[in-house]
């Protein structure tokens, strides 16, 4: 494993929050049935960085790392982490700057868990779980991620293959190729009820590169309509129960 650099920790160390403040979102204290909003906001108010959000971490064997889309309101994480918090995985938020391009905050996000990883030797596997413009930010993983430790990217409702105002502002492209450690599968609700992209001409969910495992979701979760934020609770609910059928 590649040793930590200054730069990485700067970067832990600017992006820093107070421990110890009252309205930190723990995720225990976080709550999705009363509370979702409140919750949400609480999320939100983070300051850039990488944040725990368990009040003692385990050292497990996987960091799970929940990556918001541009101008979140936080309330669509709330039960989906806290469905995936487990004795087996430490749960993380990246909270970034949504309104600027994607990569310089992927380099922050790099930085970060390399840092986390020279701390922690335990840990054999980063886990990202990324939300429509926040998935545009771990594409650049796809090509990039240079760690011996294996990555697993969820990209949900993510416009993967560009959009204009991206393209021609940040200069994005997609991702051509992903590299061997790393495992993606994306995830691609349905364009006509998605308020995000069902008026656009095309779906800027579908893209053609070797290594991606695509998944096409239903019209429908909890007989509701299942569009773009609603999207992360179903996944969180599938990831969930493919690892109980590989540990029959």
């Known amino acids: 494993m590649k040793s930590i ?17 009252d309205e930190y979102p723990w995720l225990s204290e976080l709550d999705y049935q009363n509370e979702v909003f409140e919750s ?8 850039y960085g990488l944040h725990a959000l368990e009040e003692k971490l385990n050292n497990e064997d996987s960091l799970i790392i929940a990556v918001h889309e541009s101008r979140s309101r936080g309330y669509e994480w709330i039960y989906p982490m806290k469905t995936l918090d487990s004795k087996n995985h430490d749960i ?10 994607p990569y310089p905050s992927a380099l922050k996000l790099d930085s970060l868990i390399n840092e986390k990883l ?6 054999q596997k980063v886990i990202l ?7 545009l930010l771990t594409s650049w993983f796809y090509e990039n991620w ?17 959009m ?12 051509k190729e992903i590299k061997n450690n790393v495992n993606v599968h994306q995830w691609i609700t349905q364009k006509n009820i998605d308020n995000a992209f069902k008026d656009l001409e095309s779906d800027p969910q579908i893209i053609s590169l070797d290594g991606n495992k695509a998944y096409f979701l239903p019209s429908k979760y909890k007989n509701r309509r299942l569009g773009h934020n609603w999207s992360i609770s179903y996944v969180a609910d599938e990831i969930i129960k493919t690892h109980r059928e590989m540990k029959k």
């Open 5 to 21: 650099n200054f730069l990485a920790l700067a970067w832990a160390l600017a992006f820093s929050f107070t421990l110890n403040s």
């Open 40 to 47: 949400g906001q609480r999320l939100m108010q983070l300051e």
């Open 92 to 101: 993380y938020f990246f909270r970034w700057n949504d309104q600027g391009c």
């Open 118 to 123: 020279f701390r922690n030797e335990t840990i």
């Open 129 to 135: 779980i990324s939300h429509s413009y926040g998935g």
């Open 146 to 162: 240079s760690n011996n430790i294996s990555m697993e990217i969820h990209a949900i409702a993510t416009p993967i293959s560009g």
């Open 164 to 175: 204009d105002i991206v393209n021609n502002m940040c200069g994005y492209s997609p991702p």
